[in-house]
């Protein structure tokens, strides 16, 4: 099994920035691929940002392009995303997830076999 613990959020000006981290444990060793999803009120949950833990690469939602930033320390377990130039609809609840094996699209959840919490995030 494999724990995620997601910090940083909070509430931001439009244009404003803030970094999530997600601390992961336990069995970490069966995880490839760490991935940032959000979801808000009423709306379905969505791919923001994925990373390979091998260092294979990144992938990012259309929306999220140009601001934020997906980047992990592997010798820590923890993935970082940097959100910059916050809008208004980036409002959500942030979550962390870990997944192993064949993952055909990083963005999708359903691949994800690890969740964290979530954390709020607030652009106004």
């Known amino acids: 099994h494999v724990q995620l613990v997601e910090s940083g959020g909070g509430s931001v000006q439009a244009g404003g920035s803030l970094r999530l981290s997600c601390a992961a444990s336990?069995?970490?060793?069966?995880?490839?691929?760490m991935g940032w999803f959000h979801q808000a009120p009423g709306k379905e949950r969505e791919g923001v940002a994925s990373?390979?833990?091998?260092?294979?690469?990144?992938f990012y939602a259309n929306s999220k392009k140009g601001r934020f930033i997906i980047s992990q320390d592997i010798a820590n377990n923890t993935v970082y995303l940097q959100m910059n130039s916050l809008k208004p609809e980036d409002t959500a609840m942030y979550y962390c997830?870990?997944?192993?094996?064949?993952?055909?699209?990083?963005?999708?959840?359903?691949?994800?076999?690890?969740w964290g919490q979530g954390t709020q995030v607030t652009g106004s």
């Open positions: 990373i390979w833990s091998g260092g294979g690469g990144a």
């Open positions: 997830a870990a997944g192993g094996g064949w993952i055909p699209d990083p963005l999708s959840g359903s691949h994800y076999n690890y």
């Open positions: 336990g069995d970490t060793h069966r995880v490839n691929c």
